[in-house]
């Protein structure tokens, strides 16, 4: 029985989904489910036939999705980022692409005996790992702090990089197939780079201007600039042959680095793009895969990815690090750690696509050669990249820190006092201001959505296995937590009380998020940012012999909110009940206090009214 049209475009839609909710249960790279659901769909089942389904649509569908990749990848290189990063990232980027490009392209020529545009484009393409698959694979690998921040940040910015690399070399090859002679394909070369450059350049400066200035209404910024780019494209296309990827690519590359230009907004678009346009995609570029074409490149395919992984990374991880104070350890544990990505597999589809329709020979052996490089690199470093972490001794220390909605006076005074007691912790929220006073304060801080795509790949969690809900939104505190739960389990998301209005039954929450709610004894935002307001402050008290819980009690007369203790093995714990809980000698405490403490004040104000002096009770603490 024949399936309809309608039918097919559904069931990819349900397919990516489903995909993209295993990878999310199971913390892996989403492409790898999504190509092994096209690949079952497509080649196993039968199910799927791309060209049957969109006919002559198919590639002009997979060229304006390549389109919004690109342009996508390109909004996150940000040239000061490039130089804060350190010098093994700086050194990462160019030693790495041209290492890897050099001998991913000698390996395919001499190996499989492919052609030499198929090789330089293979060799280009290589390069690229990318956010999607990283960010993943470091989630639940969990290394330390220093190689996730090498590895999350060569991810970001290899991502253009490496796509404007393989742009440029599929422009070099196909100006070079349309001219007779070397000065007619270095015309058409140059023709093709002057003007994606120039086209790309007055785009990203026109729609970054117009963002800046608020000329359209912000409910049109995304779907305002996702439009323009795609007439960008088409319009650079028209004007040189195969110009319109690297206009778009630096169209966003050029967006990124104007000032004040809010871009943030169109990187967050992207994550309901990405899950029905983008995986779509991939499904239908895996349904077109066959094991044909990838036994018809015969053993010498597994020399070829080993060459990849087992030289040209190791390779250029010891060129980058000289100079650097990278260890053995470290640079091993880099060596093994570069899975390929979404932008890998969308371009070498697209270019292979095109070269097809040029007629160049042995085209088809670009797909299955990319996507088999992706498989194994995204399954084989995923299953080994925690024991090897281990192994090595580079995992993150337990993870004990905090991530703490808001960076509101009330989150920053948490935050300062457990940054003192070498606690990891980063603040997270959508207002600047509020980023700003934390990262003046000292504190790791994330601006923006925690919750979003871009959080995915920029917030820093190395170290962070709890969240503290201290923010007076309760929408972004409700969806936060469903979030975190799902991540971090329960036991490890804890919320402050909602105010009295929300005890009524229609303001009542799930049963879910109400588990999490009742810390620090039940206290509420508005309360604490009215204490706050009065002068308490956050105090450190050490509990001892002399010194012990009861005491402490007494001399704040029930003033006292115990927030966060630390036990005798240093182990941190925010409070949850003041009845039930119950410090032993040598725990510490960390509790929001009045200025003074009652009996201080009323001793105070006698020794004033008798002219009497009067010394304070001792406390231990700071």
């Not at 690949?39 to 569908?61: D, H, R, S």
């Not at 992706?374 to 084989?380: A, G, N, Q």
């Not at 795509?453 to 505190?477: R, W």
């Not at 001793?603 to 009497?612: A, C, F, V």
């Amino acid at each position: 029985m024949p399936v309809s049209t309608v039918m097919l475009l559904a069931s990819i839609g349900i397919l990516s989904l489903f995909c993209q909710w295993l990878a999310w249960r199971v913390r892996m790279p989403a492409i790898l489910f999504l190509l092994a659901g096209g690949v079952a769909a497509g080649p196993l089942l039968g199910f799927l036939a791309p060209e049957a389904v969109f006919g002559e649509l198919l590639f002009p569908v997979i060229s304006l999705a390549v389109a919004i990749i690109l342009f996508e990848g390109s909004l996150t290189l940000r040239f000061e980022e490039i130089r804060g990063h350190g010098k093994m990232v700086r050194n990462l980027v160019p030693i790495g692409t041209i290492v890897t490009c050099l001998i991913g392209t000698l390996s395919a020529r001499w190996l499989l005996d492919v052609s030499w545009a198929v090789a330089l484009l293979f060799g280009a393409i290589s390069v690229v790992t990318g956010p999607t698959v990283i960010a993943p694979l470091l989630r639940s690998v969990r290394p330390d702090a220093k190689l996730a921040n090498i590895l999350r940040w060569e991810g970001i910015i290899i991502d253009p990089v490496g796509a404007l690399l393989a742009v440029l070399v599929f422009e070099a090859i196909v100006s070079w197939g349309q001219g007779d002679v070397f000065s007619h394909s270095l015309y058409i070369f140059g023709k093709t780079i002057a003007v994606g450059l120039l086209i790309g350049a007055v785009a990203g400066y026109l729609n970054g201007l117009v963002l800046r200035k608020h000329l359209v209404p912000q409910y049109l910024h995304n779907a305002g600039t996702l439009t323009f780019m795609l007439g960008v494209y088409a319009v650079s296309n028209e004007m040189a042959h195969e110009s319109g990827l690297l206009t778009v690519t630096i169209m966003g590359i050029w967006m990124a680095n104007m000032k004040q230009v809010p871009i943030e907004s169109i990187l967050e678009f992207k994550e309901s793009l990405s899950v029905l346009l983008i995986s779509g995609l991939f499904i239908i570029l895996a349904a077109r895969v066959e094991f044909s074409a990838i036994a018809a490149l015969g053993w010498e395919l597994v020399l070829v990815l080993a060459i990849l992984i087992l030289v040209a990374r190791p390779l250029s991880i010891q060129l980058s690090a000289i100079g650097t104070k990278l260890n053995w350890r470290e640079k091993l544990f880099l060596s093994w750690i570069a899975p390929r990505g979404i932008v890998a597999a969308a371009v070498s589809a697209l270019f292979a696509f095109q070269l097809e329709n040029l007629g160049y020979e042995g085209a088809e052996a670009l797909v299955p050669l990319v996507f088999v490089l992706i498989i194994t690199t995204v399954t084989l470093q995923s299953l080994t990249a925690r024991p090897l972490a281990k192994l090595l001794d580079v995992a993150s220390p337990p993870e004990y820190g905090f991530l703490i909605l808001g960076a509101n006076p009330v989150a920053r005074m948490i935050g300062q006092a457990l940054h003192k007691q070498e606690v990891p912790v980063t603040l997270c929220d959508t207002n600047w201001e509020n980023v700003r006073q934390a990262r003046m304060a000292g504190l790791r801080t994330y601006f923006g959505n925690p919750i979003s795509e871009h959080a995915s790949t920029h917030l820093d969690l190395t170290g962070v296995g709890n969240l503290l809900v201290v923010s007076p939104y309760k929408h972004m505190n409700s969806l936060a937590t469903y979030h975190f739960l799902d991540w971090f389990g329960n036991g490890h998301v804890f919320s402050l009380a909602e105010g009295d209005q929300d005890q009524k039954a229609r303001h009542q929450t799930a049963e879910k998020i109400q588990m999490t709610r009742g810390l620090f004894g039940g206290v509420s935002y508005a309360k604490l940012a009215s204490l706050a307001s009065q002068g308490y402050a956050v105090k450190t008290t050490q509990l001892s012999e002399e010194f012990s819980y009861q005491g402490f009690l007494t001399k704040y007369e029930g003033q006292a909110i115990v927030m966060f203790v630390f036990d005798q093995k240093g182990r941190v714990q925010p409070v949850i009940s003041m009845d039930s809980f119950k410090p032993e000698e040598g725990w510490m405490l960390i509790s929001l206090v009045p200025a003074q403490a009652p009996k201080e004040r009323k001793t105070k104000e006698t020794s004033n009214g008798d002219r009497q002096t009067s010394g304070p009770d001792g406390e231990p603490g700071n």
